[in-house]
């Protein structure tokens, strides 16, 4: 999607009749449908003008093309200025310009990670140069139109109100610089970036590049289980945009100053496909290869044998097996024996460990003894059984017991849903989890469908898994039959019949190639993702007069998600019962997030796929 689109003439001449962040503002309302705040139009104010001027220059070609907001495939990300055309040699070129107001900055020792005034104070950001430079790699990443070669990408940064003062351009900052070159305030500074556009763009091509660019057919993403292998041998895998890279930085900078007498305790927030799980292997390969010694730790074992499972082959079993490890392993943990613990998926820890649950005393007060540095990856939403306690009340509690240096931060950065925060938002309120602005789901932003049968919904799917990257799941209404008797059926909707995936690939059942066939669940999806999802909505959530409903009683006996409930009914029967509805909304909502390009569904309950109907806005077409 792109906000604006022109050719350099008609730019300019949109420049001069009108204010120009009224016009981008009409076109983003069309485009969208959503607001925008003041910030972001004073932004446009204030820089699209400068723009204006470097363009003109009677040596540009009037029919280059122009794109405000170019929308980056698969992210929430968008590219502030995009021109194209063709060089000397007729190839074809986009040149990316972010813009920034910054007039002034300090410099870190963090890798490309600045201190500058945003909002009401100052904080650190990516440098302008980095985060071009991130976002054309994106492009390379996403778009056949880029990775194909056709289509050249040239990032640089334009920072109009800041005089060049050896910080925003130190030496520190050179290699990212080098990549997306930095111009700044000055008459020179603007001839420089006019050089640097001219000299990719000579002559123009009526936005035809543009459309190749905007239109380009969306690649396979990098899924993280698939370049486990690069990451540990040391390879740059995923390139970390904005918020991820400053977490990234901060998190290094906190494992690498904690100590037995000064430990530390670093909370990162982050909603599906923010980049928890990329960020937390990240880490972990990069704090390893600094000598300090750490393990990837999570409370679910099927993301930990999918990675270990690719890693096979390609590195010694001697070198990974000990760097995965499941959260229930620190009982007897010495204090501090780890130099840095890296808990994903930390809302999904538990209070006791063990087969029985008989075992220590809290496992994140475990994780938090047991490391000077310990950081955890959370998202309350997706506590989806009640024997689940992680929680940032929690952590900071025996954290300052501890007498650990707290940080937080929050990762907002959309790489999931085809970077869709609208439906994201939409399921929030659909599921009646919290109510949003998002009461209608646009179908342009993410492919989402209900089918009408659950034949239709698998067939689908089916249809999908090209790559091996699309399965079915639901929720766990049926009984798990096919344990005892491998030939039974477990699910069973009219004359659909499927089985579980528990018994044949258990925890890799999402990449095992003819799994395909069967049904998963919660219990092995948690925490990974795939293309497609096709979800099957049982008993146990449904809508009556546009109410959502659910039943914990509908789940199969067999669920230990609900375990305990029966007791906690009985003794607190208005806890149990609103803690239960939260565990089945949770549950559907992180099921509906699995899939990066789209999410199918079937319900049960014909009433329920109605009103999931009845939520989708009318598409255009």
């Known amino acids: 999607m792109i906000v604006y689109e022109a050719t350099k003439q008609q730019f300019l001449k949109d420049t001069d009749n009108d204010d120009i962040e009224d016009v981008i503002l009409a076109h983003f309302t069309a485009r969208t449908g959503k607001r925008v705040g003041r910030a972001e ?12 001027k470097v363009l003109r220059d009677e040596e540009l070609p009037p029919d280059t093309g122009l794109a405000i907001e170019l929308h980056i495939p698969q992210s929430s990300k968008r590219i502030d200025f995009t021109l194209t055309g063709h060089d000397e040699a007729g190839g074809k070129n986009a040149v990316l310009v972010e813009l920034k107001q910054w007039s002034s900055a300090k410099a870190t020792e963090k890798d490309a990670i600045v201190v500058t005034a945003l909002g009401k104070g100052m904080r650190e950001a990516v440098h302008p140069s980095y985060q071009a430079w991130s976002y ?165 074992a099927a993301p930990r044998k999918v990675y270990e499972t690719k890693l096979v082959g390609s590195v010694t079993r001697s070198r990974f097996s000990h760097m995965f490890t499941g959260s229930g392993a620190f009982v007897d943990a010495e204090p ?45 939403d997706q506590r989806v059984t009640l024997s689940d ?37 939409w399921l929030d309120d659909v599921l009646d989890i919290r109510p949003t602005a998002n009461d209608r789901l646009d179908p342009s932003e993410y492919d989402f469908r209900i089918f009408d049968t659950p034949d239709a919904l698998h067939e689908a799917i089916e249809a999908r898994n090209e790559q091996n990257k699309a399965r079915v799941v639901a929720g766990y209404c049926w009984p798990w039959s096919s344990k005892k008797d491998p030939r039974a059926d477990d699910i069973v909707i009219g004359d659909y019949r499927r089985q579980w995936n528990l018994s044949q690939d258990g925890s890799l059942w999402i990449i095992a190639k003819q799994s395909i066939d069967q049904v998963g669940c919660i219990h092995t999806c948690q925490g990974l993702e795939v293309d497609y999802i096709g979800v099957i909505i049982g008993p146990d959530l449904i809508v009556r007069n546009g109410r959502v409903v659910t039943n914990a009683n509908l789940r199969d006996k067999q669920d230990r998600s609900m375990r305990g409930y029966k007791k906690l009914l009985k003794d607190e029967p208005e806890y149990a019962r609103a803690q239960a509805d939260l565990i089945i909304k949770n549950t559907y909502r992180t099921l509906m997030t699995r899939g990066m390009k789209g999410c199918y569904v079937y319900c049960t309950d014909a009433e329920t796929a109605e009103y999931f109907k009845g939520r989708m806005a009318v598409s255009d077409s």
């Open 41 to 52: 139009i004073d932004s446009w104010k204030g820089s699209l003008g400068y723009m204006a």
């Open 136 to 300: 054309a790699s994106l492009l390379e990443g996403f778009n056949e139109a880029v990775y194909n070669q056709s289509i050249a990408v040239r990032p640089c940064a334009y920072l109009h109100n800041y005089v060049r003062d050896g910080i925003i351009d130190a030496s520190h900052y050179q290699p990212y610089i080098e990549k997306a070159p930095l111009f700044l305030k000055g008459k020179d500074e603007l001839q420089q970036l006019r050089a640097f556009i001219k000299k990719y763009i000579k002559s123009g091509d009526d936005k035809t590049v543009l459309y190749e660019l905007a239109n380009g057919k969306i690649r396979p993403s990098k899924a993280l289980a698939e370049s486990l292998k690069g990451l540990i041998k040391g390879n740059l895998e995923f390139i970390l945009i904005d918020d991820q890279k400053e977490v990234y930085e901060a998190t290094i900078a906190a494992a690498k100053a904690a100590s037995s007498d000064k430990p530390r305790v670093i909370i990162v927030e982050g909603g599906p496909g923010t980049g928890k799980t990329v960020l937390a292997i990240n880490l972990l390969v990069h704090l390893t290869s600094l000598g300090l010694v750490g393990k990837y730790v999570s409370k679910n």
């Open 336 to 380: 501090n024996i780890f130099d840095t613990l890296i808990v994903d998926e930390a809302h999904r820890l538990n209070e006791k460990s063990g087969l029985y649950a008989n075992l220590g005393e809290n496992q994140v007060k475990e994780l938090i003894e047991a490391a000077k540095c310990t950081v955890f990856f959370i998202d309350e």
């Open 389 to 425: 306690i992680g929680s940032k009340e929690a952590i900071r509690r025996f954290a300052e017991a501890k007498g650990a240096i707290v940080e937080e931060y929050n990762l907002a950065s959309q790489f999931r849903c085809s970077g869709s925060d609208g439906y994201l938002a």
